[in-house]
């Protein structure tokens, strides 16, 4: 019988339909500014692109070593929508292609630096005016007090040039503004009756910084995050553009463009098509981050 | 008055810990890094003794901590170190090279405040009306693109299409260069009263300057639009509104002031972080700047530079967040200045 019970647990049934509420009232928010659904799209399009590139773009073998004098430097035209380059390659299948590769730098760099930031904030912030305090924070404040893409440069500079150590330098140079951003918001919660009550019951530190803390950190952390998905894909084509990113064979977005510049004005095709992919990805990124925005402004026309 | 004096002094103390901290860090990553540099510096075919005597010479031998006290050392006497590219002290390369940097900096600067809050104010009065929906698209173009994407397309059009801007270096050949005052290539034409160099020095700014400068001012005219539109909901403004004010002066007295705070926040952040944009854009245009010599110093992986370059612009950007502090808490006065870097 009690099990019975349980299988129809009110509290449970209530949970669900109020989880989905809640993401409808999201949507609804989200979806009020037309911009942020067609960032959506565009994003989605993109991904979808760059995941089946070897399907979708006209010639995959374009994304490498690929020569093809006999169609150098052609203008865009019906069988090459961008043109060609200078060594014959068509210019939308590399476009699609350095789509993956900046895609993948944002997923890899957000991934590393939201965890590591949003970890070293909150236990700076709970721990507030205790030596754990000091080292994160003065530390932080190191990373802070400089621009990242200068941090970046300087690393890559150091490292061989690739997309890998690419990723690895933008993380290092980005999390720290997680870092103080979730110490701002935690020295401000700390204060709560939640926490108190948590402490008070005998509840673990991790209990309490990551099941009692950390939920309401989550709307600082997905706004930044959303905003900076644009900002680090720009950071990577700046990277690149100067020749510390993917080096040459391979399709990156910069590059291209860089290689292009060469032969500039005559053959503009070149590095244009790759700058206003470039263009184009974060700003669908920005319609996106927006629309997320919105979500967590509360009480916004 | 006296807190703020012992805030700043505080944050003073703070600067140099930082940037204490920053010469560790960056001291570090250069010399950690592999391959070598005084081979790299002193050509493949210099013999061994030379090389030898370099690295003693230099204290590349001894254990890192050593290396970083000689260095710290000669920073306490103003010397920053030999650069290997321009076979010159770091100290000299960063007077001759900084100006033009600053210069550019500078005048970027300009534009953004007064564009950056001009269309932020006018797409926030006129919220939801055609201006503020195209001024609104436009700042989404204006965040989105690189500057060196600006930058090209700006060359393309302007530099080789129309021919009506040069698109290389701070002046061009057939000017002689003015005498040497200040350092900044418009101030110094102008004292020595010759115009069409300076009309020259103005034309050469345009390109890297308006590249620079676009993604800012967008950024600027967002913040400040949406503090506008949050402050014209407040309670004062529909007062003053009914005591028949009129908007000029509603919008200039009472509006402008509380609404422009954060995007004044934003400027001291923006306008350090031009200096690594800047980087890019001088090594396009082949300006004769601190970050072009900063770039140069990366691409070369010449440590006593890079370390220089990246120093200068840490303090930079420490000081104009303690600035930026400084008005922000002038204008509202309930802001208090942080204690904090």
Known sequence: MLRKNKKIDIPEARKKTRRRENIKRMWHSFSRNKISVIGLVGVFLIVFMAIFANYVAPSPESAGLYINFGEANRPPSLTHIFGTDEMGRDILSRVIFGYRASLLLVVIVLSIVVPIGVTLGLLAGYFRDTYIETIIMRITDVFVSIPPLLLALVICSLLTPNLQNAMLAISVAWWSWYCRIIYNVTTSLKGETYVWSAEVSGASYSHILFKEILPNCLSPILTKASLDAGLIILTGASISFVGLGAQPPTAELGGMVSSGCKLLPEQWWISMAPSLAIVLLIMCFNFIGDGIVSIYEKGRG | ??????????????????????????????????????????????????????????????????????????????????????????MEDIKIFFPATLELVLYTDI???????????????????????????????????????????????????????????????????????????????????????????????????????????????????????????KDYITAAKSYGISQKVIMSKYLLKPSIIPAISLFGLVSVQLFPHAFIIEGLLNWPGLSRYGMEGILNKDLNSIIAVVLVVGLLFIISSIVVDLITSWLDPRINIREGV
């Open chain 2, 1 to 90: 008055m006296n807190r703020t004096i012992k805030v700043i002094l505080k944050r003073f103390v703070y600067l140099l810990i930082v940037l204490l901290g920053l010469s560790m860090l960056i001291f570090t990553l250069a010399r950690i890094m592999p391959g070598d540099p005084v081979r790299m510096a002193l050509g493949a075919r210099a013999p061994e003794w030379v090389v030898q005597r370099a690295i003693e010479e230099n204290h590349l031998d001894k254990p890192i901590y050593v290396q970083y006290y000689y260095w710290f050392k000669g920073i306490l006497k103003g010397d920053l170190g030999f650069s290997w590219v321009t076979r010159r002290p770091v």
């Open chain 2, 111 to 233: 534009l953004i405040l007064f564009f950056g809050l001009l269309f932020g104010a006018i797409a926030g009065f006129y919220s939801n009306t055609w201006k503020d929906t195209l001024l609104r698209m436009l700042a989404y173009l204006g965040i989105s693109a690189p500057p060196f994407i600006f930058a090209i397309v700006l060359m393309v059009v302007f530099g080789s299409f129309f021919k009506i801007l040069p698109t290389m270096g701070r002046v061009s050949e057939g000017f002689v260069s003015p005498p040497v005052i200040t350092h900044f290539v418009t101030i110094d034409s102008l004292i020595a009263g010759e115009f069409s160099a300076f009309f020259d020095a103005i034309k050469h700014f345009i390109i890297p300057v308006v590249s620079l400068s676009l993604k800012p001012i967008a950024e600027m005219a967002r913040i400040t639009r949406a503090g506008i539109i949050e402050n014209l909901e």
